[in-house]
């Protein structure tokens, strides 16, 4: 289970950080797993932050100590957010992939799928579409604004475990969502390249995406 001194970081250090790291969410006796495979960071001194305005009690938690869980509804659904080190500095968890390797792993992917149906037909989700976006992951794992806004992880329901999975490349580009003029040119969202068909946007088969402007590659995060 991560420490809170793990957060007590830079944002964009402990953005490529979490990558590899597994969410780990206790559901109705059932533990949910996903690989974080995409993860944005965000500070307070530009624009493209929630508190580029300062202080509000909606978003207090991303003034609390690193590690305090911040969630936040996007287009009406439950979004992850982690603080970090700085007030107003937080990680945003982006994308996530089930991860099998854990209790009851013939169990986990059914629930995650009753929690996370199709919006449309009938059917279920393919497992590599469970957790394919902040909203999707946060519906996966049954975690909510109401539950956890503002506090700390659980051991016995839920936390981030590092289980020594390191990318050996990680991919640098930018935000996604991000207003034109509000700071979203900055390299601030990064993706573990082994899972890059996956990830929200793909930088590396985007048009007219060039790297060195758009993206760069980091090799072999230690």
Known sequence: ????????????????????????????????????????????????????????????????SPGTIYMYYARGSDSLNVSCRGKGNAVLIKFGYPYKNGKKPDKMIPMMQKLNPPKYGNGVRPIERLCAGQTLLCRSLGITVKEWDQQQSHPNRFYI??????????????????????????????????????????????????????????????
């Open 161 to 222: 475990e590092d289980i020594g999975s390191t990318p050996t490349q990680i991919i640098q580009t930018t935000r996604l969502g991000i207003p034109v003029k509000r700071d979203d040119h900055l390299l601030y969202r990064f993706i573990d390249s082994k899972f890059s068909k996956f990830c929200t946007s793909n930088p590396l088969i985007k048009r007219n995406y060039l790297e060195g402007k758009h993206y760069r590659l980091i090799q072999h995060l230690k």
């Open 1 to 64: 289970m991560l420490s809170r001194n793990f957060f007590n970081r830079n944002a964009i250090t402990t953005a490529k950080a979490l990558l590899g790291k597994i969410l780990r969410a206790r559901y109705d006796k059932v533990w949910l797993c996903a690989q974080i495979i995409e993860t944005e960071a965000y500070f307070q001194n530009e624009k493209g932050s929630h508190t580029s305005l300062g202080y509000t009690d909606k978003r207090k938690a991303l003034f609390m």
